[in-house]
T-cell receptor, first 111, second 110 residues
Framework: NAGVTQTPKFRILKIGQSMTLQCAQD?????MYWYRQDPGMGLKLIYY???????DKGEVPNGYNVSRSTTEDFPLRLELAAPSQTSVYFC??????????FGQGTRLTVV | DQQVKQNSPSLSVQEGRISILNCDYT??????FLWYKKYPAEGPTFLIS?????DKNEDGRFTVFLNKSAKHLSLHIVPSQPGDSAVYFC?????????FGAGTRLTVKP
């Protein structure tokens, strides 16, 4: 089972560039999440989705956008990359009453 | 605002002894609580959970205790093993989003 797949694993962006972090899950989970983890810090919720077509802001949504056109995919878009967005990004999925399964993470550096 | 707090950034215990990791939350709407374990360069992996209707859940060496009135939960690992060394995250969910604490780095010394 693939579980939650994130691509790319690593990326270096220049300030002002844009990119999309991809996330796909094959467990038919309705709930999907994007978190960022800064060095030595916990996981901060960026956006989440409770089903296809539904998204909502988390704790730190500024500078990001998401979409959820299918149950499987939950891409995270950075429009104008800033150094403050240097972080490790984790995507996760869950059903309503089970634990979340996480991807391996995307390490993003903005220079 | 930090709705889930882990006030101890690190904990060191001797192999064979008990490890106790603590977590506090502020949002009374949280109904489901989880502990995750994370190794470097990997995503968090689920360890154990508890719903708000229970005060204890046990799975092998791991036990989670929930005190709803105090908005506090703890994870007990006994006996602790060197392979338990990792960062442990507490998480809380209201069945919509899921919020995490800052994590506690556990080191189990042989």
């Amino acid at each position: 089972n693939a579980g939650v797949t994130q691509t790319p694993k690593f990326r270096i962006l220049k300030i002002g560039q844009s990119m999309t972090l991809q996330c796909a899950q094959d467990m038919n989970h309705n709930y999907m999440y994007w978190y960022r983890q800064d060095p030595g810090m916990g996981l901060k919720l960026i956006y989440y989705s409770v089903g296809a077509g539904i998204t909502d802001k988390g704790e730190v949504p500024n500078g990001y956008n998401v979409s959820r056109s299918t149950t499987e995919d939950f891409p995270l878009r950075l429009e104008l990359a800033a150094p403050s967005q240097t972080s490790v990004y984790f995507c996760a999925s869950s059903s309503r009453t089970t634990e979340a399964f996480f991807g391996q993470g995307t390490r993003l550096t903005v220079v | 605002d930090q709705q889930v707090k882990q006030n101890s950034p690190s904990l060191s215990v001797q192999e064979g002894r008990i490890s106790i990791l603590n977590c506090d939350y502020t949002n009374s709407m949280f109904d489901y609580f989880l502990w995750y374990k994370k190794y470097p360069a990997e995503g968090p992996t689920f360890l154990i959970s508890i719903s708000s209707i229970k005060d204890k859940n046990e799975d092998g060496r791991f036990t989670v205790f929930l005190n709803k009135s105090a908005k506090h939960l703890s994870l007990h690992i006994v006996p602790s093993q060197p392979g338990d060394s990792a960062v442990y995250f507490c998480a809380a969910s209201d069945y919509n989003d899921m919020r995490f604490g800052a994590g506690t780095r556990l080191t189990v010394k042989p």
